[in-house]
């Protein structure tokens, strides 16, 4: 039987959700590893043991930023292990710590799989490209572990009922000129519903014309207890916080509506959105590439379509 | 301070990009332009060299093509760049980048090391990290405020929750998000003063780095389409026909 490490970092105390969804996956591939990230407790590992990991290996960075450190103390762990797949989230510090893995192993990385599979010792993922136009197969073969990061969402999280896996302590080695220390973690308030959970998501592109003009999507969301998004480019141009960024750099979502104000639908934006249940799109531009994906596209102008829109919800 | 800014020139991504049939590589046309996150990085460099005195080299692989996404970077006033570009690396993964990259930067001596989080026609996103993991130093990533000085490096880091302070000492490797800084546009003298500047060029044997591939994309295939529903002109009430769907849907 495969062994399949899942790296997992805790997040709020509990298990990323990513790391669930990885978890899930994993226990189809061979018998699981989940090497955890943070404080760690017994709840944790018990989350940990009913989504299908027999083993946890714990790692508790402290103070010090995981990746060096982490990196340093799984490549030993893979030398006398030898585990067949080392499966990673598509997020911060799995990246950090996936890459520098990799280096250090001198294996490759597969990054942004949306699934993955072993075939007689090689792994074997599923990529899309050009905005989930296309769906590309990439094969690695050679020495063991491979190392693979799989984007948010590409599996669901079902409990299995597993016992309480076994608890190693991964001992994290000084590494010297490499270490660096976090000094202050920083929440910021968040309001409503978010966006990884939210079943209906508001989001704003260029076609607002303005940061200001962001307002209207927010009114609208607040009436339909819905999350906020945006695109890459009123991120870039500074009108909202990246934490509402959807597409391929920012958030993967999948809610049961999701509604895109003057958006044109870049390929960017279309594989971080396109899952959703129902898609309703308002752009001006009737050629736009949202319309593709649209259940009901309104070819108008968002400045006059959402106000209504507002005020007909607002009056019911 | 030697500041190193890692740099890609991709395809103009306001068009259509094209791979390869049978590789399935991407085809890169002789003219590409500097990956528009890599504007950020080279501004932060700028300012940091300009603050502490010091240079700004342009670290690149790639074919170099027209050089015209090299030139718009010198021409936002970075001193010198490092070029290399050889056939054998077409195809090449996130790993074999960071070695070239990684061997690049050795020789040209480095404080502090740039690159945006990932670049906008690959975005595998390991590359900062893995070349952090070559030069053995921290990496320091997704920073979306960098202050550097005095031998140590500070960035807030994003994290899923908010952000993070995270320090640690000089040498090491910063990733930044777009919009970390406001990158300036080139000035006229600025393109001009361009052209005459350094490029040194290398090959990957000049590195030493093997450049035999890891992976390899075995198939690409059309994703099954999602059907497009109604499309409707707005005559001054289509937002009822939003509100009749959100309806039917049990939003409201």
């Known amino acids: 039987?495969?062994?399949?490490?899942?790296?997992?970092?805790?997040?709020?105390?509990?298990?990323?959700?990513?790391?669930?969804?990885?978890?899930?996956?994993?226990?189809?591939?061979?018998?699981?590893?989940?090497?955890?990230?943070?404080?760690?407790?017994?709840?944790?590992?018990?989350?940990?043991?009913?989504?299908?990991?027999?083993?946890?290996?714990?790692?508790?960075?402290?103070?010090?930023?995981?990746?060096?450190?982490?990196?340093?103390?799984?490549?030993?762990?893979?030398?006398?292990?030898?585990?067949?797949?080392?499966?990673?989230?598509?997020?911060?510090?799995?990246?950090?710590?996936?890459?520098r893995l990799a280096a250090r192993l001198g294996?490759?990385?597969?990054?942004?799989?949306?699934?993955?599979?072993?075939?007689?010792?090689?792994?074997?993922?599923?990529?899309?490209?050009?905005?989930?136009?296309?769906?590309?197969?990439?094969?690695?073969?050679?020495?063991?572990?491979?190392?693979?990061?799989?984007?948010?969402?590409?599996?669901?999280?079902?409990?299995?009922?597993?016992?309480?896996?076994?608890?190693?302590?991964l001992e994290l080695p000084d590494v010297g000129r490499s270490a660096a220390r976090i000094l202050e973690h920083h929440v910021e308030e968040r309001e409503g519903p978010q966006l990884e959970d939210a079943a209906v998501i508001v989001a704003g592109g260029r076609g607002l014309g303005s940061a200001e003009a962001y307002e209207l999507v927010e009114r609208l969301a607040k009436l339909l207890n819905a999350a906020t998004g945006a695109t890459r480019a009123i991120v870039d141009a500074g009108w909202v916080p990246y934490a509402k960024q959807v597409g391929q750099t920012g958030k993967t979502v999948k809610p049961d509506v999701y509604i895109a104000a003057g958006i044109s639908g870049a390929m960017q934006h279309l594989v971080g959105m396109k899952d959703s249940k129902t898609i309703i799109a308002i752009n001006k531009d009737p050629d736009a590439p949202i319309f593709s994906v649209a259940d009901l596209g309104v070819v108008g102008d968002v400045h006059s379509v959402l106000p209504k829109l507002i005020e007909a919800l607002e009056s019911r | 301070m030697q500041v190193v800014v890692c740099v890609k020139q991709i395809p103009d991504p306001s068009?259509?990009?094209?791979?390869?049939?049978?590789?399935?590589?991407?085809?890169?046309?002789?003219?590409?332009?500097?990956?528009?996150?890599?504007?950020?990085?080279?501004?932060?460099?700028?300012?940091?060299?300009?603050?502490?005195?010091?240079?700004?080299?342009?670290?690149?692989?790639?074919?170099?093509?027209?050089?015209?996404?090299?030139?718009?970077?010198?021409?936002?006033?970075?001193?010198r760049a490092v070029v290399v570009?050889?056939?054998?690396?077409?195809?090449?993964?996130?790993?074999?980048?960071?070695?070239?990259?990684?061997?690049?930067?050795?020789?040209?001596?480095?404080?502090?090391?740039?690159?945006?989080?990932?670049?906008?026609?690959?975005?595998?996103?390991?590359?900062?990290?893995?070349?952090?993991?070559?030069?053995?130093?921290?990496?320091?990533?997704?920073?979306?405020?960098?202050?550097?000085?005095?031998?140590?490096?500070?960035?807030?880091?994003?994290?899923?929750?908010?952000y993070d302070v995270v320090e640690a000492s000089l040498p090491a490797v910063v990733s930044v998000t777009a919009g970390v800084v406001e990158p300036r546009y080139p000035t006229f003298k600025g393109i001009m003063d361009a052209k005459k500047k350094e490029v040194q060029e290398y090959t990957a044997s000049d590195l030493g780095v093997d450049t035999s591939l890891r992976q390899r994309v075995t198939a690409v295939e059309p994703a099954p389409e999602?059907?497009?529903?109604?499309?409707?002109?707005?005559?001054?009430?289509?937002?009822?026909?939003?509100?009749?769907?959100?309806?039917?849907?049990?939003?409201?």
Request: charged residues 20%.
């Open chain 2, 85 to 162: 570009d050889d056939g054998d690396l077409k195809g090449s993964d996130a790993l074999t980048t960071a070695q070239v990259l990684a061997a690049a930067i050795e020789r040209t001596g480095f404080d502090l090391v740039i690159a945006g989080t990932e670049s906008t026609d690959g975005y595998s996103g390991v590359l900062p990290q893995m070349l952090a993991g070559l030069l053995d130093v921290p990496a320091l990533t997704y920073a979306t405020q960098v202050q550097a000085g005095d031998g140590k490096v500070t960035i807030h880091r994003q994290t899923s929750a908010g």
């Open chain 1, 1 to 99: 039987m495969a062994a399949v490490w899942v790296f997992i970092e805790e997040e709020a105390g509990a298990p990323a959700t990513v790391g669930l969804e990885l978890l899930t996956k994993a226990r189809s591939l061979g018998d699981v590893t989940a090497v955890y990230v943070g404080a760690g407790s017994e709840q944790a590992f018990a989350t940990l043991g009913e989504h299908g990991a027999t083993r946890v290996l714990h790692a508790d960075p402290g103070d010090a930023l995981p990746s060096a450190p982490v990196a340093a103390a799984l490549a030993t762990a893979c030398e006398s292990d030898a585990p067949d797949l080392v499966l990673f989230g598509q997020a911060y510090t799995d990246r950090d710590v996936a890459g």
């Open chain 1, 107 to 169: 294996r490759s990385v597969l990054s942004n799989a949306v699934d993955v599979d072993l075939r007689d010792g090689a792994v074997v993922t599923t990529h899309e490209m050009s905005g989930g136009t296309q769906i590309a197969t990439a094969e690695v073969a050679g020495d063991k572990p491979h190392i693979v990061l799989v984007r948010p969402k590409s599996f669901p999280v079902e409990p299995v009922g597993g016992s309480a896996p076994q608890v190693e302590k």
């Open chain 2, 15 to 79: 068009g259509t990009y094209t791979y390869d049939p049978e590789t399935h590589f991407l085809v890169r046309p002789d003219e590409q332009v500097l990956d528009d996150t890599d504007r950020y990085g080279v501004e932060m460099g700028l300012q940091i060299a300009q603050e502490h005195g010091g240079t700004v080299t342009l670290v690149t692989m790639g074919p170099k093509g027209s050089m015209q996404g090299i030139r718009q970077a010198l021409a936002m006033g970075a001193d």
């Open chain 2, 226 to 252: 999602r059907e497009a529903g109604a499309k409707i002109e707005d005559d001054g009430e289509a937002h009822l026909k939003i509100v009749e769907l959100l309806q039917q849907k049990k939003v409201i």
